[in-house]
Structures are given as structure tokens and as C-alpha cells.
């Protein structure tokens, strides 16, 4: 199968998970909708655990790891909150209702490639302090954009993407 109809197909899982929530999404519902056959589906996916699995693995590696080398990495951080806050309903569905893909840890681990360029642009790739940071701080970071969809009154992107930058920042420029 295709990029593009792998795309297509985590398209419309994404569209059907935020209107019906993943519990109430199926491979069925979602080839119908793309009008491609069954079997394509399992051609390339395992299940719809599978196809979340790798729908979180595009949508990170599109923003994060296809921009690396043309965007500044604040830019970059604001796009990943972005997508958070933009898609909402998605993300809070598929945090709440399966425990199959751990959402957070995969983000986290595009985030992780992000911080470790940046350190490889400053020389710091071989200091332990700084990548034990990244590492570290790349999951906290993940999991305050991720339970701030569930605040009743979350926080806009740009204010906290623009905290995170200010943190990384400051803990860069101490190195």
C-alpha cells in the first residue's frame, strides 16, 4: 500500500475519532469510508491499535523530523502544541480509552529527536548531563501537553510552547 493511501486511511481514522471516540471507531467504517477494500487495511496494519501507532509516527515525524533542518526549533515546538490543541478530541480519545499504544511515549520520542539536534548544533551531544536531560525532560514535557486537553479550562499552544522554549533555553544556555 501506498504512502498516500496509508495517509488517507489515518485521515479518516483521525476524522471518525473525534466524532465517535476510538471505542466506537472500526476497521469496517473506516475502508468503507475510504472506499478501499478490507484487506488493504490489513495489508499494512495489524488492527486499529496498529494504525494509531503509526498515525501518532506520521503526524510527529511530519512535524518534528521533516523540519529539523528548515525550521527553528520554537517554531517547531509551537506546531507540536498546535497539533495537540487543533486536534483535541483526537488526542483526548485515544488517551483515555485505550492503553494498547502509549501516545505519550511516542511523541515524547519525536520530541526527544528534536532536543538531541539541538544539542548536536551546540556541541553538546557527548555532555551526559544535557542528554540525561533531554531524555528525562522529554517525557515531562509531553505529559504537560497532554493532560492540559483534559483541564477544564486548558492553556492556549503558544503560552505553554512558549514556557517549554523559555525552559530549554535556560536549561541550555547552563551548559
Not at 478501499?36 to 490489513?42: H, L
Not at 510527529?60 to 517554531?75: A, F, K, V
Not at 499504544?101 to 551526559?128: F, M, P, T
Request: glycine share 2%; aromatic share 14%; net charge negative.
Amino acid at each position: 500500500m501506498s504512502y498516500i493511501t496509508q495517509k488517507k486511511i489515518s485521515q479518516i481514522f483521525r476524522q471518525d475519532v473525534m466524532q465517535k471516540g476510538f471505542k466506537h471507531v472500526s476497521v469496517a467504517q473506516i475502508m468503507h469510508q475510504a472506499q478501499i477494500r478490507r484487506q488493504s487495511f490489513y495489508d499494512n496494519f495489524d488492527d486499529k491499535y496498529d494504525l494509531l501507532a503509526w498515525t501518532i509516527q506520521a503526524t510527529m515525524e511530519d512535524i518534528i523530523d521533516s523540519n529539523l533542518d528548515y525550521l527553528p526549533w520554537q517554531e517547531i515546538i509551537s506546531l507540536v502544541f498546535f497539533e495537540l490543541q487543533e486536534n483535541a478530541k483526537f488526542y483526548k480519545s485515544v488517551l483515555k480509552n485505550q492503553i494498547e499504544v502509549d501516545v505519550v511515549r511516542e511523541i515524547a520520542w519525536h520530541i526527544q529527536i528534536l532536543l538531541l539536534h539541538i544539542l548536536r548544533k551546540k556541541g553538546l551531544i557527548k555532555n551526559r548531563q544535557a542528554y540525561d536531560f533531554v531524555e528525562t525532560y522529554c517525557l515531562g514535557l509531553t505529559y504537560t501537553m497532554t493532560n492540559n486537553l483534559f483541564l477544564p479550562e486548558p492553556r492556549e499552544y503558544d503560552e505553554l510552547a512558549q514556557k517549554v522554549c523559555n525552559a530549554i533555553e535556560f536549561a541550555f544556555g547552563n551548559y
